[in-house]
Every structure is written in structure tokens, then in C-alpha cells.
């Protein structure tokens, strides 16, 4: 502070005020950090060689990918600012792929041929009665039914149904209707006819 | 060969579970050949491979095939009940196949009757004498000699057999099968 300021803040309490414009002083310099690491487009490109269509059988079994001769990059990829420590050169694997199988089967026939058949009561169905029933009352109908080659008959009363069992090797294929009948006026038991 | 032969094939199960079995009959329904499968677990690579289409590519490729690569007689007809395997059915076994059902129709004239429908490829085949026709559907493309020799096979085998009971017998002893016991 000059004699001249001195004063003029002890008489005039002013003081003068200066405009820097001018800074002289340089901003400091400033270095990157930032690493950078070219990238690479992977060559060649995979693509999948399917010249023609594929059906289901094909791959049904195993489906294996393989890869080859396949290089991901021509060339190491270059680091700026850094030295690359790690670089992860994997092949590329293959995988089998294991589908659903097949399933295996099984010849169960003589365990089916002791299942009975089943009949349905067709009465409703029946446009007439046979003559020989004239005089019956007809509870139920069943059929067609080849009688000669019955083993065993069964009347499923909680269905209402006839389960039919018939002998193996039997050739006989003529085929009759069994009538659950009851005769008319004796109050019998209901009973059996073939016709 | 049993040239009287009547074919059934049923398919059936779960997304997680599926299983089919074939039956040969003779005329009178006696099982002259019985097939199954162990039923097929469809692993989570192949649902998620295959994704909806699964279902029809295990019933076609999987069961079907498998069930008529074992299948010893040659029945003169293949009836399913299923259209997913109706067409591969006729396609690989070269036999006539129809998926047949009850329908709620009114009998028809006489037995041996077959009449068109709406639907293309779909016929009513009166069979039986004492039962409404028979909804019998086609795979695409059938000659209409075909459908006659089909209507003439099911009539022939009505006379001796009831045509549709084979599947309940089927069913009884997969579910029978499914159940873990042994037959």
C-alpha cells in the first residue's frame, strides 16, 4: 500500500479499486487417465451351414455343435495408456445336446386278453323285437356278441353293462344279441336268450 | 396278417407325461397284438427346443413311430382318436386310418350308409344296426374309394364287434399300467 492510498483511506476512507484483466498465471496442465481398448470385430461370423431342411427324427436322438477352425480374432486386441495383463484365449466348446428319447414299448398281450369286453345295452336302439320274444318281456340287449366263442359272461348290474370274456383262438365269428328276458305270467327269474 | 383285423392306437397324457399304446383285435375284438410305451417325460430342454409344438412332435415322432415300429400284425385299418396323429398315422403305417367317434346324429337308413358332412373330409358312417353313425374323419386328400372301403371294413367288423369299445379297453389298462401295478 503507497503513501497515496494511506492517506486516502485515513482522509476520504476510499480506496481505489482495480480491474485485473490479465491473469497471467497458466491453468494447470491435465493428464487423461482413461484407458482405452480398441475393439476387435469378431472373424469369422458363425453361421450355421443347413443345406437342407431338418425333420424332426434328426435330432431326436443327439444334436451335437461343433466348431471349426473357428479363430474369434485375427490379432490381440491393442490397450492405450495400459498394458493388458490377462487376455482369456478360451476354445469354444461343444456341447452334446440330449433330447427326449424314444420312449420304450412294451408287448403286454396276454395281459390285455384277459381284459373283458364291454357291452352296452342297445335296447333303446332296437327298431323291432324278434319274433321268438313275442311273449317275453325284454329287460335288456347286448351284442353284437359271437356266442360261440364265450368263455364267460358277467352282468355289471351297478352299469348295467355285460362284460363279455372270449376263449383265445376260437375262429367262430357268427355273431347273435343276448336278451335279458322274463316270461310273461310265471313271475320268474329273469334269464338268458340268444338270438 | 389277420385280414379282418381292426388297428386302434390311443395317445394320450400331460405336457409333463405322455403315452400311447396300439391294439391289433380280430373281428370279435380279441387283442391279437398289444403294444405300449413307458410313458414319455419330456425333458425341459426339449420343451423349451420344440416349445409348443412339442406336444404333437412327441405324439407323432416319439409315441406313434415307436408303437408302430413294435406293432407285429398289420390290422386292415388304423382307428385313432386323435387328429394330431390321424395324417402321420396314414402317412407311415400306409394303412387306411380314420379317427372315429360317436356322433349325436340320428341313425341312418341302414347299416353300411355313409353320408357327407359340412366338413370336408368328415363322413357318417352308419356301422351298426342298433346305434346312431359313426363321425368318421379322414386325413386331407382322401379318395372317396377310400372312404367306401373304410365304411365297408367298419360295417363287416359291426356285425361281430363293437367298434369303439377297444379304446375304453385301452384306457382301462394304461390307467391300470399308470397306476403302478403290473397286469
Not at chain 1, 494511506?6 to 484483466?21: H, K, L, N, P, T
Not at chain 1, 491393442?78 to 428319447?101: G, M, S, Y
Not at chain 2, 382307428?79 to 390321424?86: P, S, V
Amino acid at each position: 500500500m503507497g503513501l497515496r492510498d494511506f492517506i486516502a483511506r485515513r482522509v476520504s476512507r476510499r480506496v481505489d479499486v482495480y480491474r485485473i484483466d490479465d491473469f497471467s498465471v497458466e491453468p494447470p496442465e491435465t493428464v487423461s487417465i482413461k484407458k482405452r481398448v480398441d475393439t476387435v470385430r469378431l472373424k469369422p461370423e458363425i453361421a450355421c451351414d443347413v443345406s437342407r431342411p431338418f425333420e424332426f427324427s434328426e435330432i431326436t436322438e443327439k444334436m451335437k455343435a461343433n466348431a471349426v477352425n473357428v479363430k474369434l480374432a485375427e490379432k490381440m486386441p491393442k490397450a492405450h495408456n495400459h498394458r493388458i495383463k490377462h487376455f482369456v484365449k478360451e476354445d469354444v466348446k461343444t456341447h452334446t445336446l440330449q433330447f427326449t428319447k424314444k420312449p420304450k414299448t412294451w408287448s403286454l398281450l396276454k395281459q390285455l386278453q384277459a381284459l373283458p369286453q364291454e357291452r352296452e345295452n342297445v335296447l333303446k336302439y332296437m327298431k323291432k323285437r324278434p319274433e321268438t320274444l313275442r311273449n317275453e318281456v325284454i329287460l335288456a340287449c347286448y351284442g353284437p356278441i359271437v356266442e360261440g366263442g364265450v368263455l364267460k359272461l358277467a352282468l355289471n348290474k351297478q352299469r348295467g353293462t355285460l362284460l363279455v370274456w372270449y376263449k383265445a383262438g376260437s375262429r367262430q365269428l357268427k355273431a347273435k344279441y343276448a336278451y335279458l328276458i322274463r316270461r310273461l305270467g310265471l313271475g320268474g327269474k329273469p334269464e338268458w336268450r340268444w338270438e | 396278417m389277420a385280414n379282418n383285423a381292426l388297428g386302434y392306437i390311443i395317445i394320450d397324457g400331460t405336457e409333463t407325461q405322455i403315452r400311447g399304446a396300439a391294439l391289433v383285435t380280430d373281428a370279435k375284438g380279441f387283442p391279437v397284438d398289444f403294444v405300449r410305451t413307458d410313458p414319455l417325460r419330456p425333458d425341459q430342454l426339449s420343451r423349451i427346443l420344440y416349445g409348443e409344438s412339442f406336444g404333437k412332435y412327441a405324439k407323432e415322432k416319439l409315441i406313434l413311430e415307436s408303437l408302430l415300429d413294435a406293432v407285429e400284425t398289420d390290422p386292415q385299418i388304423w382307428i385313432c382318436n386323435d387328429a394330431d396323429i390321424l395324417a402321420p398315422l396314414r402317412e407311415k403305417s400306409r394303412i387306411k386310418s380314420v379317427l372315429l367317434e360317436e356322433s349325436p346324429h340320428v341313425p341312418l337308413d341302414a347299416a353300411g350308409h355313409i353320408e357327407t358332412t359340412a366338413d370336408p373330409g368328415v363322413f357318417l358312417i352308419q356301422a351298426n344296426t342298433n346305434g346312431a353313425p359313426f363321425r368318421a374323419e379322414f386325413p386331407g386328400g382322401i379318395r372317396p374309394e377310400e372312404v367306401q372301403q373304410t365304411g365297408a371294413i367298419l360295417t363287416e367288423a359291426a356285425a361281430t364287434m363293437d367298434i369303439l369299445e377297444p379304446f375304453a379297453r385301452l384306457e382301462k389298462a394304461l390307467n391300470f399300467l399308470a397306476s403302478g401295478a403290473r397286469v
